[in-house]
């Protein structure tokens, strides 16, 4: 049997697919050791979710995925270090075209993933789909006992820093779609957001936290009480995971944060309405808790149909109200 030293992980993409796929990372250590070498090529933002996980020998960064092989540095970077020293496993997880070439250019013993094997896909969560394309190389029992996980920067040195409480629950209000055009479908109103910042009661602290960038987004919530921590903007996505780790609960839509919290096993509250909460909502383990808060209306999930480019008012999120998802929190959280 040939020994594995070293593998090349391919997933690029936004925070929540990166983290989707980390459940790779323990089921290689189980099937072929914890000595092994783990790269990744990965954007350069979404990849600093790694910075503190010695898990990960070395990171590609990949910003510019569609510029041809011939024209991308980045792209030649990660070919000639495979040619210097060939990988014994590559997994693809991207199945777009533009990365076809770089599959097919890196050298490595063995190939597994999109572009190199008939993946056949009958999982329905993307965490269960992403396993399915590394399958072919890691036993079932491993498969079946690895889950998305995630290490953060010393919690104890951040809470120091930023002056945190023990105990504290965290809201994430923002996502991925707050710059683009149009209706973001995956948002919870400013006017939800705010009320359930005034309805939760004053002895609880609260986080609130969103990416740099984002500030402008979050002061139609403003002005804070007394028990609202503002983060927004002022941490790295390692501080992040150990904030979000450390919490007693983080309510948030479907978005990347919400998949962190999934993966660090802080209970998570989804306000879902568009997306397919069973097909990219927070990831269920045995090892952690996950709450779909939905308004139940027949039309959802819409996300990416013409039933959700007719709709002109987003009900299914407007329709979730900040005393029903206060209950929600409530009723599973204790805080001293």
């Known amino acids: 049997m040939q020994e594995i030293k070293k593998i090349l992980i391919i997933r690029c993409g936004a925070l929540g697919d990166l983290v989707y796929s980390t459940s790779v990372l323990d089921a290689l250590r189980l099937e072929y050791g914890e000595d092994i070498k783990i790269d990744f090529v990965s954007t350069p933002s979404s990849s600093k979710l790694f910075e503190y996980d010695k898990r990960v020998n070395k990171i590609f960064f990949l910003k510019h995925k569609k510029i041809p092989i011939f ?50 896909i009958t999982k329905t969560h993307m965490v269960e789909i992403c396993k399915e394309f590394y399958a072919s190389i890691v ?8 889950f998305p996980r995630l290490i953060g920067e010393d919690f104890e040195e951040i809470q120091e820093k930023l ?23 995956r948002a919870w109103t400013h006017e939800n957001w705010k009320k359930f910042l005034t309805l939760v009661p004053k002895e609880i602290k609260i986080l609130v936290i969103g990416a740099k960038g984002e500030e402008h987004f979050f002061e139609p919530l403003k002005p804070y ?57 927070p990831y269920k383990t045995p090892f952690n808790e996950v709450t779909i808060i939905s308004a139940d209306l027949e039309c959802s999930p819409c996300y990416k149909t013409e039933v959700m480019k007719a709709c002109k008012d987003n009900i299914c999120m407007k329709n979730i109200s900040a005393e029903f998802v206060l209950e929600k929190v409530l009723n599973k959280i204790m805080l001293k």
């Open 139 to 146: 036993s079932k029992e491993n498969l079946e006992n690895s």
């Open 225 to 281: 009480d007394s028990n609202v921590i503002d983060l927004v903007g002022k941490i790295s996505i390692p501080q992040m995971v150990s904030i979000i780790e450390k919490a007693k609960a983080l309510i948030v839509t479907d978005t990347g944060t919400a998949h962190i919290a999934s993966a660090v096993n802080t209970p998570v509250f989804c306000l879902i309405g568009p997306t397919p909460a069973v097909q990219t909502g």
């Open 163 to 185: 002056s945190l409480p023990n105990e504290y629950i965290i809201i994430s209000p923002s996502n991925s779609h707050n710059k683009k055009k149009g209706i973001n479908y």
């Open 71 to 120: 024209f991308s540095s980045q792209k030649k970077a990660i070919i000639n270090e495979s040619k210097k020293e060939p990988y014994d496993i590559l997994i693809n997880f991207e199945m777009g075209k533009q990365f076809k070439g770089l599959v097919e250019n890196i050298v490595a013993k063995k190939k597994v993933g999109w572009f190199s094997e008939n993946i056949n």
